[in-house]
C-alpha cells in the first residue's frame, strides 16, 4: 500500500529507537502518526519531534504487554482519526538476567512485552484494517528470531514473532483479505535496546540482577549496537516493505547469512554450534581468549567500562 497523507500508522514502543523512526519516517510521508509507549517522557519527546514537521499525531501510554492497553490504544486511534491503515507492533526488550537461575519474571517481562505485545496488536487492529479496506501490518522480531544465540529468553520471543507473522500471512492471503503483513529481522541497529530494562515493570517486583557470567560478550555488544545501523535506515526499509507488501524485511546480509548456515546444519542434523564469528563482534576464538584471561589470577573483575566503550545510543 501507499503511505499517503491521510492515512493513519500506529507505532508501539514509538518513544525510541527503531519506533521513533517508523513514526518519524510515516510523519515525513504525510500520515497521521499515533506514537504508543510505556515510557511517558520518551513519549512526549518523540511526540514533539514527529509533530515539529506539522503532521496530526497522537501519543497514548501503552503498555503492550497489557490486552486492554493495546485494546485501548486501538480505541484512542479510530476515535482521533477514524481509521488506521499501517501498525507497526515494535515495542520490545532484551533481559540480562539469567535465563537459568535468574527469576522467573525475567522470562514473564520479555514474553509479556515481545510475544503478547504482537499478539495483544494484531488482535487490537486486525478487524478495524478488515473493515477499512485494507492495510498492513508490521511485527518487529529480530534476526534472534531466525537463529538462537542472542539469550534464551529474546530468542524465544522473537522465533514466537517470526511464526505468528508467518502464520498471519498465510491465512490472510490464504482467504484473501487485503491486508499485508511484514516481518523486521534486524542484526545491529543503534538504540537504547541494550538498556531496556529502564522499563522494568514493578507490577513484576524487584528488577533481577544482571548476569555477570556474560558481562565480556555483553560489553561487545554493547559497543556494536553503538557503533550499528542508524534506526531511520531501517525504518526506510520498513516503509519500502510495507509500499512493495513484502513479507522479510532482513536488514543485514551478513546475520541472514548465518541464519541460512544454521538451517544447513539442521537439514545435516548436525547439533548447534556457537557462530565462529558474529558480526560487529570479536571472533569465537577472542572471545575464548578474553574470557580465560579474565579467569587468571590477579586479572581481576572483568572491566565493565574500559576506555573507548561507549553506551547504546537510544
Ligand atoms: N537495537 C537492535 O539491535 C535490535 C535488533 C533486532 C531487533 N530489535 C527490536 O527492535 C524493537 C525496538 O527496539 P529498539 O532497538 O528500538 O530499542 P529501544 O529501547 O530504543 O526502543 C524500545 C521502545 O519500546 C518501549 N517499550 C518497552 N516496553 C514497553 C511496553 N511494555 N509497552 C510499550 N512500549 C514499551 C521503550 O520505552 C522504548 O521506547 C524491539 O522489538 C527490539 O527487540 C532491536
Same mark, same amino acid.
Request: charged share 20%; proline share 7%.
Given at each position: 500500500?501507499?503511505?499517503?497523507?491521510?492515512?493513519?500508522?500506529?507505532?508501539?514502543?514509538?518513544?525510541?529507537?527503531? +519506533? %521513533?523512526?517508523?513514526?518519524?519516517?510515516?510523519?515525513? =510521508? $504525510?500520515?497521521?502518526?499515533? *506514537?504508543?509507549?510505556? #515510557?511517558?517522557? !520518551?513519549?512526549?519527546?518523540?511526540?514533539?519531534?514527529?509533530?515539529?514537521?506539522?503532521?496530526?499525531?497522537?501519543?497514548?501510554?501503552?503498555?503492550?504487554?497489557?490486552?486492554?492497553?493495546?485494546?485501548?490504544?486501538?480505541?484512542?486511534?479510530?476515535?482521533?482519526?477514524?481509521?488506521?491503515?499501517?501498525?507497526?507492533?515494535?515495542?520490545?526488550?532484551?533481559?540480562?538476567?539469567?535465563?537459568?537461575?535468574?527469576?522467573?519474571?525475567?522470562?514473564?517481562?520479555?514474553?509479556?512485552?515481545?510475544?503478547?505485545?504482537?499478539?495483544? +496488536? %494484531?488482535?487490537?487492529?486486525?478487524?478495524?484494517?478488515? =473493515? $477499512?479496506?485494507?492495510?498492513? *501490518?508490521?511485527?518487529? #522480531?529480530?534476526? !534472534?528470531?531466525?537463529?538462537?544465540?542472542?539469550?534464551?529468553?529474546?530468542?524465544?520471543?522473537?522465533?514466537?514473532?517470526?511464526?505468528?507473522?508467518?502464520?498471519?500471512?498465510?491465512?490472510?492471503?490464504?482467504?484473501?483479505?487485503?491486508?499485508?503483513?511484514?516481518?523486521?529481522?534486524?542484526?545491529?541497529?543503534?538504540?537504547?535496546?541494550?538498556?531496556?530494562?529502564?522499563?522494568?515493570?514493578?507490577?513484576?517486583?524487584?528488577?533481577?540482577?544482571?548476569?555477570?557470567?556474560?558481562?565480556?560478550?555483553?560489553?561487545?555488544?554493547?559497543?556494536?549496537?553503538?557503533?550499528?545501523?542508524?534506526?531511520?535506515?531501517?525504518?526506510?526499509?520498513?516503509?519500502?516493505?510495507?509500499?512493495?507488501?513484502?513479507?522479510?524485511?532482513?536488514?543485514?546480509?551478513?546475520?541472514?547469512?548465518?541464519?541460512?548456515?544454521?538451517?544447513?546444519?539442521?537439514?545435516?542434523?548436525?547439533?548447534?554450534?556457537?557462530?565462529?564469528?558474529?558480526?560487529?563482534?570479536?571472533?569465537?576464538?577472542?572471545?575464548?581468549?578474553?574470557?580465560?584471561?579474565?579467569?587468571?589470577?590477579?586479572?581481576?573483575?572483568?572491566?565493565?567500562?574500559?576506555?573507548?566503550?561507549?553506551?547504546?545510543?537510544?
Amino acid at each position: 500500500m501507499k503511505l499517503t497523507t491521510g492515512t493513519t500508522a500506529v507505532v508501539t514502543g514509538a518513544g525510541s529507537g527503531i +519506533g %521513533l523512526a517508523l513514526a518519524e519516517r510515516f510523519g515525513r =510521508a $504525510g500520515m497521521n502518526v499515533v *506514537l504508543a509507549d510505556v #515510557a511517558e517522557d !520518551a513519549l512526549a519527546a518523540a511526540v514533539a519531534k514527529v509533530g515539529a514537521d506539522g503532521g496530526a499525531t497522537l501519543a497514548v501510554v501503552t503498555d503492550v504487554s497489557r490486552e486492554e492497553s493495546v485494546q485501548a490504544l486501538a480505541a484512542a486511534t479510530l476515535e482521533r482519526f477514524g481509521s488506521v491503515q499501517v501498525v507497526c507492533n515494535n515495542a520490545g526488550v532484551v533481559s540480562r538476567a539469567d535465563p537459568w537461575l535468574g527469576p522467573v519474571t525475567a522470562w514473564e517481562w520479555v514474553m509479556g512485552v515481545n510475544f503478547w505485545g504482537v499478539v495483544h +496488536g %494484531l488482535r487490537a487492529v486486525l478487524p478495524h484494517l478488515v =473493515a $477499512g479496506g485494507g492495510g498492513h *501490518l508490521v511485527n518487529t #522480531a529480530s534476526i !534472534a528470531g531466525l537463529m538462537p544465540g542472542f539469550g534464551a529468553s529474546y530468542a524465544a520471543s522473537k522465533h514466537a514473532v517470526v511464526a505468528v507473522s508467518e502464520d498471519l500471512h498465510l491465512d490472510l492471503r490464504q482467504a484473501a483479505v487485503p491486508v499485508g503483513v511484514s516481518v523486521l529481522c534486524p542484526g545491529w541497529v543503534r538504540t537504547g535496546i541494550m538498556d531496556a530494562e529502564r522499563n522494568w515493570p514493578s507490577t513484576l517486583g524487584e528488577a533481577p540482577p544482571r548476569n555477570d557470567a556474560v558481562q565480556i560478550v555483553t560489553r561487545h555488544v554493547e559497543r556494536a549496537i553503538a557503533e550499528a545501523t542508524t534506526p531511520a535506515v531501517v525504518a526506510d526499509l520498513v516503509a519500502d516493505a510495507v509500499e512493495a507488501d513484502r513479507f522479510w524485511v532482513l536488514p543485514h546480509d551478513d546475520f541472514t547469512s548465518l541464519a541460512v548456515e544454521r538451517w544447513e546444519r539442521i537439514a545435516q542434523r548436525l547439533d548447534p554450534e556457537p557462530a565462529a564469528a558474529v558480526p560487529g563482534l570479536p571472533s569465537r576464538d577472542e572471545l575464548m581468549a578474553e574470557l580465560l584471561a579474565s579467569f587468571a589470577p590477579n586479572a581481576g573483575p572483568p572491566n565493565d567500562d574500559p576506555p573507548g566503550d561507549e553506551p547504546p545510543g537510544a
